[in-house]
């Protein structure tokens, strides 16, 4: 079965670089797009990108492009995203999301918690 | 972009009401999906591409619409369906989110 198992919740301090994986299995990695989505507390949800684990070609969301880098290792089958600079702004719950037919998001993980406090 | 504009904000529903959500496209779109999300779990798929609802989901629910309204219907309401609902569309090279119904039991 199909599961996107991501790392777990961190508390960074602000300006500290942070790391969020998304490890995929029971399904072929390279064969559907890997989204980022970021949900604040009481808020909604918030597109941030997505990557073509085959090629490593990216979109992002303008909002999102000096602060989100999204990579993917094929050999293990893991998406990453990376945030730089953290500010309160980032603390949110990010998940990644497999896109089927690139954008209809079918398979979620499970979240991971960012929190950004000194 | 394209800005996805949810109604209500929040509605409750008594058991068996019917229940009624609507997306509003801001540009017309040629297909919308919705997600169901309840409280401290991730969002879940429900109903894309307007109407086709997603593997599991009760045949209560439906989608329909075109252009730039879309709705979201529970034919009966039942107690879990209580969560937040959200539409989404692409519009290259964006994805939008609506910014969420909650429905909750009366």
């Known amino acids: 079965q199909v599961q996107l198992q991501q790392s777990g919740p961190q508390l960074v301090r602000p300006g500290a670089s942070v790391k969020i994986s998304c490890k995929a299995s029971g399904y072929s990695f390279t064969s559907y797009w890997m989204h980022w989505v970021k949900q604040r507390p009481g808020q909604g949800l918030e597109w941030i990108g997505m990557i073509d684990p085959s090629h490593s070609e990216t979109r992002l969301n303008q909002k999102f492009k000096d602060k989100a880098t999204l990579t993917v290792d094929k050999s293990s089958g893991t998406a990453y995203m990376q945030l730089s600079s953290p500010t309160s702004e980032d603390s949110a719950v990010y998940y990644c999301v497999r896109g089927y037919d690139v954008d209809y998001f079918d398979y979620w993980g499970q979240g991971t918690t960012l929190t950004v406090s000194s | 972009e394209i800005v996805l504009t949810q109604s209500p904000a929040i509605t409750a529903a008594s058991l068996g009401q019917k229940v009624t959500i609507t997306c509003s496209a801001s540009?017309?779109?040629?297909?919308m999906h919705w997600y169901q999300q309840k409280s401290g779990t991730s969002p879940k798929p429900w109903i894309y591409e307007i109407s086709k609802l997603a593997s599991g989901v009760p045949a209560r629910f439906s989608g329909s619409g075109s252009g730039t309204s879309y709705s979201l219907t529970i034919s009966s309401m039942e107690a879990e369906d209580a969560a937040i609902y959200y539409c989404?569309?692409?519009?290259?090279?964006?994805?939008?989110f609506g910014a969420g119904t909650k429905l909750e039991l009366k």
């Open positions: 989404q569309q692409w519009n290259y090279p964006l994805i939008t």
């Open positions: 540009s017309s779109v040629s297909y």
